[in-house]
């Protein structure tokens, strides 16, 4: 029975109560006063369910409508979704689910307030219905983010979809004007496609997610479409960081210690270490692969921490077997060297394990000296002052800047593999590490030559007066256990 009816129900029940009584000796009739309180209670009941479906039209509304751009809310748009893809399994036709997600936006909201930025969320709201296909569904997500989808007919093909996709993006970016203000905001598009890459609406959101990542991660404003190899690649990322976290709390991370060379005398001159992880499940996995995903997840800050652990704890120990130990160059991330606790933590650990500072060798990448360059310039200026070498690594993949060169306290300029892998065969490669030698030299740098493998590299670094070298042709990386056995680490010692 539908509840609209409910008022009549009451009337009924009620009126019959008073019938029932009514055969009670009563001076006056129970009838009449059951009957008036049939009314009220119908009349009663029936305000009650028009405020009730007044209450309830408007929270479907507001569940189906989103209440700041009056798009389709996020659940709206995922039945919505449901209901296409049925549509399409029915019909035999594609579907593109393509998540739109604002470029630093969180920026306009700190610069300006939230309310700033709710108003330049409703023109963008404004703005992309009126460049999408009349046929196409868009709704918010919340945040930033936006899901468009366009059913494709049998003349659309994937062309039209890049063309729509960098339209939306040039249109979206262009100026808006909001209480007084000019801003101007990108954004980046994910696109995942039905039936290819998704048969149900979590999968679809989800790839089109991973592709609109992808997007950001190429430079932002523009677009990326999923495939497979994508998501394999991202559930392996996953693993990995999974697998790290719990690779770190159990410690199974090696430090591995790879000599550096004097190019004239070929005597030891220091040490860098290196990370090393074979897991349980993934086996060996490489720093090359690992330390991006550290870096993007957070984990690389207790990484460091423990690297810097591991380090002081080997020296000591090396110390205590008598055996002599030349300077330890530690990279660190830029997310370590912003941190202020960053030197406190150092100074801490050098005074618990008593270790020199002048053991010690910090190795940074270019990136840090352009995102804080005052903030680095101060804290490298503190660790020279304590005895600590400096060392620039990577040099010539960033943007190599001689201004820091000139400025701050560097001891020495780490030439990347890139450069060295190929010198002989690649004149520029051979003329670019020539020039960062003469360069380095000029403003009194030692050079570090990483990665040379034969010995015609090495008589070629000679020849351009390079300093030092590290590779495996002179030694490959040694756990801390073989250090005392290697050739060139007894020959130090000697």
Request: glycine content about 8%; aromatic content about 8%.
């Amino acid at each position: 029975m539908k509840i609209k009816n409910l008022h009549y129900i009451v009337f009924i029940t009620v009126f019959l109560s008073g019938i029932l009584v009514s055969v009670v000796p009563w001076k006056v009739s129970p009838i009449w006063v059951f009957g008036l309180l049939a009314l009220g209670s119908s009349l009663y009941a029936k305000k009650l369910l028009s405020a009730y479906s007044s209450a309830l039209a408007y929270a479907n509304k507001r569940i189906e409508i989103d209440e700041l751009t009056g798009l389709l809310s996020r659940y709206q748009i995922q039945q919505k979704l449901n209901e296409l893809l049925v549509f399409c399994q029915q019909k035999d036709k594609k579907l593109a689910a393509m998540i739109l997600d604002l470029d630093h936006f969180k920026t306009i909201n700190d610069a300006f307030g939230h309310e700033i930025g709710d108003k330049l969320l409703v023109q963008v709201s404004e703005r992309l219905t009126s460049i999408v296909p009349g046929n196409t569904v868009v709704g918010y997500l919340g945040g930033d983010t936006f899901l468009v989808l366009l059913v494709q007919g049998d003349d659309q093909e994937m062309p039209q979809l890049n063309l729509l996709s960098k339209d939306i993006i040039h249109k979206i970016s262009q100026s808006y004007f909001v209480e007084g203000l000019t801003l101007d905001i990108g954004c980046s598009i994910g696109v995942a496609l039905y039936p290819e890459f998704g048969l149900d609406a979590v999968t679809l959101i989800k790839n089109a997610d991973m592709a609109v990542y992808q997007a950001k991660n190429s430079g932002r404003a523009t677009y990326h479409f999923y495939d497979g190899e994508m998501g394999r690649r991202f559930a392996r990322n996953v693993r990995i960081e999974t697998r790290l976290r719990q690779g770190l709390q159990k410690e199974n991370l090696e430090l591995h210690f790879q000599p550096k060379v004097d190019l004239v005398t070929e005597s030891c001159v220091g040490m860098e270490a290196l990370l090393r992880w074979e897991d349980e499940e993934l086996g060996v996995v490489s720093p090359a692969e690992f330390i991006p995903i550290a870096e993007q997840s957070g984990i690389i800050l207790p990484l460091g921490d423990w690297v810097f652990e591991q380090a002081f704890r080997h020296i000591v120990e090396w110390q205590r077997q008598g055996v002599a130990v030349p300077p330890i160059a530690i990279n660190c991330s830029a997310a370590q060297l912003k941190r202020v606790d960053f030197l406190p933590k150092l100074l801490a650990l050098l005074d618990k394990y008593k270790v020199d500072p002048t053991l010690l060798e910090i190795e940074v990448t270019e990136s840090i000296l352009i995102e804080d360059p005052e903030g680095c310039a101060e804290l490298l200026r503190h660790l020279s002052r304590l005895g600590m070498a400096l060392a620039i690594d990577d040099f010539g993949t960033g943007y190599s800047s001689l201004s820091y060169l000139k400025n701050l306290p560097f001891d020495s300029v780490k030439i990347d593999q890139v450069f060295i892998r190929d010198i002989m065969n690649d004149e520029s490669n051979a003329a670019l590490t020539n020039g960062i030698i003469r360069l380095s030299h000029s403003l009194g740098l030692k050079v570090i030559a990483e990665g040379i493998t034969d010995v015609e590299q090495l008589a070629l670094l000679r020849e351009y007066g390079c300093d030092i070298g590290q590779g495996y042709l002179f030694s490959k990386a040694l756990g801390a256990k073989n250090m005392g056995s290697d050739p060139i680490m007894i020959a130090f010692n000697e």
